[in-house]
């Protein structure tokens, strides 16, 4: 089993930047890739980005595409979300996730969630 723990949500104005992490702790290595996904209020859960343990290859949903930016450090067992140029309708909760492939984690075949972290886009 892997478990995921977000942090870094909060408050930023439009324009703005926040760091997301996740923490993956457990078997890790048991999953191939990692991913964002987001679901803002009465809307579905959505795809934001993803990219694998090794790194070589991301995917990103056109919405955040040039502003967002997905790393992760093998080290740390941490996959980091940056998010540059804010705008309201980011505002959501952003759950980390993991998956056996990068195609799967795109396409929502997820086999662990985090607990979600809060970002609030508004001035």
């Known amino acids: 089993q892997v478990q995921l723990v977000e942090s870094g949500g909060g408050l930023v104005q439009p324009g703005g930047s926040l760091r997301l992490s996740c923490a993956a702790s457990?078997?890790?290595?048991?999953?191939?890739?990692m991913g964002w996904y987001r679901q803002a209020p009465g809307k579905e859960r959505e795809f934001v980005a993803a990219?694998?343990?090794?790194?070589?290859?991301?995917y990103y949903a056109d919405s955040v595409k040039g502003r967002f930016t997905i790393s992760r450090d093998n080290a740390k067992r941490t996959v980091n979300l940056q998010m540059n140029s804010l705008k309201p309708e980011d505002t959501a909760v952003y759950y980390c996730?993991?998956?056996?492939?990068?195609?799967?984690?795109?396409?929502?075949?997820?086999?662990?969630w985090g607990q979600g972290t809060q970002v609030t886009v508004s001035s």
């Open positions: 457990g078997s890790v290595f048991s999953i191939a890739a």
């Open positions: 990219i694998t343990w090794a790194g070589a290859v991301a």
């Open positions: 996730a993991g998956g056996d492939t990068l195609v799967e984690v795109r396409n929502g075949r997820l086999r662990s």
